[in-house]
């Protein structure tokens, strides 16, 4: 059974900082391409920052420089380090394991007050 579990998330000022979790199993973890996505109510889930098995790494334009992926293989977590957030940042944001299927995580909300 495959699980994702995101956190960290919750309130912060803008020109704060967030730290996203992703603690993955029941999937091969470092020959997946893992992804956080966001998501605000009445818009399209969008791509936020991606990183491969091979350590390839591509972001969203809007979050370019103030937002950096990395993954941990031994300890099966992807990781969203958010930095110099803004109130357009608030969505939720989900996690995403790809490779031969696509997997979901339930969504960590991150709230940015201006």
């Known amino acids: 059974q495959v699980q994702l579990v995101e956190s960290g998330g919750g309130l912060v000022q803008a020109g704060g900082s967030l730290r996203l979790s992703c603690a993955a199993s029941?999937?091969?973890?470092?020959?997946?391409?893992m992804g956080w996505y966001r998501q605000t109510p009445g818009k399209q889930r969008e791509m936020v920052a991606g990183?491969?098995?091979?350590?390839?790494?591509s972001y969203a334009d809007s979050v370019k420089g103030r937002f950096t992926i990395s993954r941990d293989n031994a300890k099966n977590t992807v990781y969203l380090q958010m930095n110099s957030l803004k109130p357009e940042d608030t969505a939720v944001y989900y996690c995403n394991a790809y490779k031969t299927f696509s997997y979901w995580g339930k969504g960590t909300l991150v709230t940015v007050s201006s």
């Open positions: 990183i491969t098995g091979g350590g390839s790494i």
């Open positions: 029941g999937i091969v973890f470092s020959i997946n391409t």
